[in-house]
């Protein structure tokens, strides 16, 4: 019985490893997912070391899940892809074995960040900044400068380093490549050659030797070898391709691929990113700049802090009774706060919440966590009130951040696209489009990393023409929101007034009176 074509997308996010299998027409048939624990090591503070042989194991297991789950044979998959969380960074010896990884929230390099940021009096970094899009803080140097000081043997053995969706990639076929839109995170490699620049390396006195070669996004980088088969439970010979950097891949399997296009991605951090007909940086160095995974683009991205994990915060801490009633009428706890929320005027009685700042990407912390202008009155000053102001705040971060964005790039957009958890919320999608001022669509698609994971599979199979092409096609619409013009005005006076105020609040955790929510390595 032959079995229509399909495609697999392995996605390494953070907390877990999923594999999910996609029909040609880009429907999801089936997933498996496992979570998996980083390693922090005793003796080095800030260490998440990446645990290459049990995650392989995890991998695999994920693999055969979910074969098993769409009850499909090995021989119905033509193409696999991976994708992974960026900045994870992983070594190999001549041999071409992994030795040593880890994983993005590794933060043990700090003091190599500072050392770094030294060089030619911070001239360093800026360099490192024009030409990747990226600072030092999240980069690869110093991690690698921290096993340089502290681990010379794994320095010494290393002969190669790739990031954590090439290793996935290495593990089926046996072949070693990065792409552009997940090493460029690294720091090393150029915004505009799509090329590593070692002279990078060389200038912060590291070897420029262990570079590997990059390769696009949806070429074919090899096929399942018959170890990997037996272990995994995909068919020997089974193409797989290049991969990429999970929210570049996101925006993919949005049909977010053409210049200007904008996504807010609603995830445990918000993303806010605009596609950038060429590449160009911010002279503020307060936006990071990545290569996408269309060749020739580049992406702009912000980052807002802890969104998601704000409101779960707040839903455990002060909604318990909530929760129970959702409990019992068989509905979400959220959708019950946004309905009660939705009561709340715009403004939410002048309330400011204080979490995560715009994006500052050259000296980036935040402000204590905090909300701003309560009053005792219990008719203003309640759970729905705090519950809306956050969610307003969510969009106001999102739109200074895009504010930033078109102030460098002249990238504007009438539109954008609100995916992941945040954008279930009808409310939250209205806010976002009131505060913005921009019409707001929402995908129906849920998996949208792991789907533009799958099209580059498809791509390097044979099966679609090319990624911009196919993303646009595969991707379907569920609900779209307009800017309300009077709620809008009120909202740039509010997102103004929390401007102000931020900065008031930053000024109290520079005098030591209150305690920054998260600083970046180095500061």
């Given at each position: 019985?032959?079995?229509?074509?399909?495609?697999m997308a392995l996605d390494?996010?953070?907390?877990?490893?999923?594999?999910v299998?996609f029909?040609?027409?880009?429907?999801?048939?089936?997933?498996a997912?496992a979570?998996?624990?980083?390693?922090?090591l005793?003796?080095?503070?800030?260490?998440?070391?990446?645990?290459?042989?049990k995650?392989?194991?995890?991998?695999?297991?994920?693999?055969?899940q979910?074969?098993?789950?769409?009850?499909?044979?090995?021989?119905a998959?033509?193409?696999?892809?991976?994708?992974?969380?960026?900045e994870g960074i992983?070594?190999?010896?001549?041999?071409?074995?992994?030795?040593w990884?880890?994983a993005n929230?590794d933060?043990?390099?700090?003091r190599?960040?500072?050392?770094?940021?030294?060089i030619?009096?911070?001239?360093?970094e800026?360099?490192?900044?024009q030409?990747?899009?990226?600072t030092l803080?999240l980069g690869?140097?110093?991690r690698?400068?921290?096993l340089?000081?502290?681990?010379?043997?794994?320095?010494?053995e290393?002969?190669?380093?790739?990031m954590?969706s090439?290793?996935?990639?290495?593990?089926l076929?046996g072949?070693?490549?990065?792409?552009?839109s997940?090493?460029?995170?690294?720091?090393?490699?150029?915004?505009?050659?799509?090329?590593w620049?070692?002279?990078?390396?060389?200038m912060?006195?590291?070897?420029g030797?262990?570079?590997?070669?990059?390769?696009?996004t949806?070429?074919?980088l090899?096929?399942?070898?018959?170890r990997?088969?037996e272990?995994?439970g995909?068919?020997?010979?089974t193409?797989?391709?290049?991969?990429?950097?999970?929210?570049?891949?996101?925006s993919?399997g949005?049909g977010?691929v053409q210049?200007?296009?904008?996504?807010?991605?609603?995830?445990?951090f918000?993303?806010q990113?605009v596609?950038?007909?060429r590449p160009?940086v911010?002279p503020?160095m307060?936006?990071?700049v990545n290569?996408?995974?269309?060749?020739?683009?580049?992406?702009a991205e912000?980052i807002?802090?802890?969104?998601?994990?704000t409101?779960?915060?707040?839903r455990?801490?002060?909604c318990?009774?909530?929760?129970l009633?959702?409990?019992r009428?068989?509905?979400d706890?959220?959708?019950?706060?946004?309905?009660?929320?939705?009561?709340?005027p715009v403004?939410?009685?002048?309330?400011?919440?204080v979490f995560?700042?715009?994006?500052?990407f050259?000296k980036?912390y935040?402000?204590?966590?905090?909300?701003?202008?309560?009053?005792?009155?219990p008719e203003?000053?309640?759970?729905?009130?705090l519950?809306?102001?956050?969610?307003?705040?969510?969009?106001?971060?999102?739109a200074?951040?895009l504010?930033?964005?078109?102030?460098?790039?002249?990238a504007?957009?009438d539109?954008?696209?609100?995916a992941?958890?945040?954008?279930?919320?009808?409310?939250?999608s209205q806010?976002?489009?009131d505060?913005?001022g921009?019409?707001?669509?929402v995908?129906?698609?849920?998996?949208?990393?792991a789907l533009?994971?799958?099209?580059?599979a498809?791509?390097?199979a044979?099966?679609?023409?090319?990624l911009a092409e196919?993303?646009?096609?595969?991707v379907r619409?569920e609900?779209?929101?307009?800017p309300n013009?009077?709620?809008h005005?009120?909202y740039?006076?509010?997102k103004?007034?929390w401007?102000?105020i931020?900065a008031?609040?930053?000024?109290?955790?520079?005098s030591g009176?209150?305690t920054s929510?998260?600083?970046?390595?180095?500061?």
């Amino acid at each position: 019985m032959t079995h229509a074509p399909h495609v697999m997308a392995l996605d390494a996010g953070t907390g877990s490893i999923r594999a999910v299998i996609f029909s040609e027409q880009g429907e999801q048939i089936a997933v498996a997912q496992a979570e998996w624990q980083h390693l922090a090591l005793p003796d080095v503070p800030g260490s998440m070391e990446f645990d290459l042989q049990k995650n392989w194991q995890l991998a695999c297991q994920c693999i055969r899940q979910a074969l098993a789950n769409a009850q499909l044979p090995a021989s119905a998959i033509r193409g696999i892809a991976c994708c992974s969380m960026r900045e994870g960074i992983v070594l190999y010896n001549k041999a071409g074995e992994a030795i040593w990884a880890c994983a993005n929230v590794d933060a043990r390099a700090s003091r190599e960040v500072s050392e770094l940021k030294e060089i030619h009096q911070g001239a360093f970094e800026r360099e490192v900044y024009q030409y990747s899009g990226q600072t030092l803080a999240l980069g690869a140097m110093p991690r690698l400068l921290w096993l340089a000081h502290h681990r010379p043997d794994i320095y010494r053995e290393a002969a190669t380093l790739t990031m954590i969706s090439d290793w996935l990639a290495c593990c089926l076929s046996g072949e070693l490549a990065v792409d552009p839109s997940n090493a460029g995170t690294t720091g090393m490699l150029d915004l505009h050659t799509r090329q590593w620049r070692p002279e990078l390396l060389d200038m912060a006195g590291l070897r420029g030797d262990i570079l590997s070669p990059v390769l696009e996004t949806g070429v074919p980088l090899g096929k399942v070898t018959a170890r990997a088969a037996e272990a995994c439970g995909l068919a020997a010979g089974t193409v797989v391709a290049m991969g990429g950097g999970d929210v570049q891949l996101g925006s993919l399997g949005l049909g977010v691929v053409q210049p200007g296009e904008t996504a807010v991605l609603g995830g445990t951090f918000w993303q806010q990113v605009v596609n950038l007909p060429r590449p160009a940086v911010d002279p503020q160095m307060n936006i990071r700049v990545n290569p996408h995974v269309i060749p020739g683009m580049a992406q702009a991205e912000a980052i807002s802090f802890f969104t998601g994990l704000t409101m779960r915060w707040f839903r455990d801490a002060f909604c318990s009774e909530e929760k129970l009633i959702a409990e019992r009428l068989g509905v979400d706890c959220y959708s019950l706060l946004e309905e009660m929320a939705a009561r709340v005027p715009v403004g939410s009685w002048g309330v400011m919440p204080v979490f995560s700042d715009a994006m500052h990407f050259n000296k980036w912390y935040h402000a204590a966590p905090s909300f701003i202008n309560l009053s005792i009155d219990p008719e203003r000053c309640n759970k729905q009130t705090l519950f809306r102001a956050l969610k307003e705040n969510a969009a106001i971060v999102s739109a200074c951040n895009l504010d930033q964005v078109a102030a460098f790039s002249g990238a504007r957009s009438d539109s954008l696209v609100f995916a992941g958890g945040g954008s279930k919320g009808a409310l939250w999608s209205q806010i976002l489009s009131d505060v913005t001022g921009l019409r707001v669509k929402v995908p129906q698609v849920k998996e949208a990393t792991a789907l533009g994971c799958a099209i580059a599979a498809g791509v390097a199979a044979g099966m679609y023409d090319s990624l911009a092409e196919t993303g646009r096609s595969l991707v379907r619409w569920e609900r779209e929101y307009h800017p309300n013009a009077q709620h809008h005005q009120l909202y740039q006076a509010h997102k103004a007034r929390w401007q102000k105020i931020y900065a008031d609040q930053l000024g109290l955790v520079d005098s030591g009176l209150t305690t920054s929510m998260w600083k970046a390595p180095g500061l």
